[in-house]
């Protein structure tokens, strides 16, 4: 069992920035984000494996980075130039995504995954 837990989320206005920080009880494996808002499916945002090489879906690509201290076992997302179809709840996850630790297995149905609480970002326009 892995306990994760997210924090950072707020309102900004469109254009302006987000800092996400998730607190891990282990790093030892692929972590990432994913986000889910009311009537839409859930949507993998960003992975980062343990050497740091991160991914990223198509439409946050340029505007967030999604880094790692393995050391604090502690995972970031730096959000810039949001949007307000960024607006969500965010989810940290962590586990195995099934072998790949690709952006769009952050919170797949099927995949053993563990999350935490989640933390709600709101953009307005």
């Known amino acids: 069992q892995v306990q994760l837990a997210e924090s950072g989320g707020g309102s900004v206005q469109a254009g302006g920035s987000l800092n996400l920080s998730c607190s891990a009880s282990t790093s030892n494996y692929c972590m990432g984000w994913f986000r889910q808002s009311p009537g839409k499916e859930r949507e993998g945002v960003a992975a980062?494996?343990?050497?740091?090489?991160?991914d990223y879906t198509n439409s946050v690509k340029g505007r967030f980075t999604n880094s790692r201290d393995n050391a604090k076992n502690d995972l970031y997302l730096q959000m810039s130039n949001l949007k307000p179809e960024d607006t969500a709840m965010y989810y940290c996850a962590a586990g195995s995504f099934g072998g790949y630790c690709h952006a769009s297995r952050a919170g797949r149905s099927g995949l053993k995954t563990y999350w935490g609480q989640g933390t709600q970002v709101t953009v307005s326009s």
């Open positions: 980062i494996d343990s050497d740091g090489i991160a």
